[in-house]
């Protein structure tokens, strides 16, 4: 059985972040996410989403599975944490 303690981590975390962005943050964190996901594509090719939604109702998953959910989660906390910061804002 995999290590998900990390995820758990990640996944409290980004909760926590969500509950205190505002509307325009999340949006913000939204488009983030969508011009990664479309770097992804440009490079490698289409994602296989069919498989990735699966990975979010598997009770156990395998180490791999694990990771990428994981990884998954720092992806988003970096960038909820980056957006709710104010990180890389115009200062006028």
Not at 29 to 55: I, K, M, Q, V
Not at 72 to 79: N, P
Request: glycine share 6%.
């Amino acid at each position: 059985m995999a290590d998900l303690s990390i995820f758990e981590q990640y996944y409290k975390l980004a909760d926590m972040l969500i509950e205190k962005a505002s509307k325009e943050q999340l949006a913000e964190c939204s488009r983030l996410l969508a011009l990664n996901l479309a770097h992804y594509r440009a490079r490698y090719g289409e994602l296989p989403l069919d498989e990735t939604l699966a990975l979010v109702d598997i009770p156990e998953p395998n180490e791999a599975q694990a990771q990428l959910l994981t990884d998954g989660m720092e992806t988003l906390v970096g960038l909820l944490g980056t957006v709710c910061s104010g990180l890389g804002e115009e200062k006028h």
